[in-house]
């Protein structure tokens, strides 16, 4: 029921907004620490700390839904999980941008709904993905529109771009971490970068989808990202009127996400799939 919903939605803000003020209130403080001691990483701190604030609220909140986090917590999940919901959450998406202050990382906190008849296996259902350093939340439950909330409680609505053309779309796109994944995502860059106005790497795949929900980016592609990147960000672009898709007709999988205004949907999810095969091939 939307009233039930509404609450989840509300818990997944309040959530995402307390570990957002938190990771970046500790920052200072916390990098003066780990450079002093080589061997802790700011990154993995604090990550750990935020996932451990998060996973704390929401088992108080919900015992009976599973957690699962970037920073493992999967065990967890499957222990405790008995109403059929899972809480996915990234305790900071742009974790680079988060050690060098470059002002684009975030909290994403998304419950998603395991649907063994859908291909992919699970749909977000309501999500928040707090941008920490602007302070607003984006967040959206299933048919309850896309939102902003700003810092002073004020709420806007987000809407995707009315884009029609790839050569003058802005797309976004991301790169991960894995070695072993980056030949590929430059190779595929090389395809996409002539045909379209622009690209952008902001580093933070959460608030790139958020992005495209807001009409500032007018699409976004990335090959190879993890569940906790997309989840809270997939559920606000799709309500904000956006879609969220695969490679080849395939639903968002961890593969590749595309992102996308519905006036260039069809252009840049065929660009995407004709890229897939090159870099398949290569
Ligand atoms: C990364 C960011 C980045 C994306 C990578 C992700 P993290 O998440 O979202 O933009 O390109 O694929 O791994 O590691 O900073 O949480």
């Known amino acids: 029921p939307q009233e039930e919903l509404r609450e989840l939605e509300e818990l997944a803000v309040s959530v995402a907004a307390e570990a957002a003020r938190f990771v970046v209130g500790s920052r200072a403080a916390e990098l003066e620490v780990t450079t002093k001691s080589s061997d802790v990483d700011i990154v993995t701190v604090m990550d750990a700390r935020s996932q451990e604030l998060l996973g704390r609220r929401l088992r108080e909140a919900r015992p009976a839904d599973g957690f699962f986090g970037e920073e493992g917590g999967a065990d967890a999940a499957a222990a405790g999980a008995t109403s059929g919901l899972t809480w996915v959450v990234d305790p900071i998406d742009g974790t680079v941008n988060y050690l060098y202050g470059f002002p684009q990382y975030a909290v994403s906190v998304a419950l998603v709904e395991c649907d063994p008849t859908t291909p992919g296996g699970w749909r977000p259902i309501a999500g928040a993905v707090a941008d920490a350093v602007a302070g607003s939340v984006h967040h959206a439950r299933l048919g309850g529109g896309a939102w902003t909330r700003e810092p002073d409680g004020t709420e806007a609505p987000l809407h995707v771009s009315d884009a029609t053309a790839l050569a003058t779309s802005l797309v976004g796109t991301g790169f991960g971490y894995d070695a072993a994944k980056r030949g590929r995502q430059a190779r595929a860059l090389v395809e996409v970068l002539p045909r379209v106005r622009d690209i952008r790497r902001g580093g933070s795949a959460a608030l790139d ?9 007018d699409g976004y ?58 870099v398949r091939n290569d």
Do not use: F
């Not at 990335?222 to 906790?228: A, D, K, V």
């Open 221 to 278: 592609y990335e090959m190879g990202i993890n569940p906790w990147d997309m989840a809270a960000g997939w559920i606000v672009l799709t309500e904000a009127g956006g879609s969220c898709t695969g490679a080849e007709g395939a639903p968002p999988s961890t593969d590749c996400v595309v992102a996308a205004a519905p006036g260039i949907r069809e252009a840049l999810t065929g660009l995407v799939d004709e890229v897939v095969l090159i």
């Open 209 to 217: 989808l958020c992005h495209v929900a807001a009409g500032r980016l």
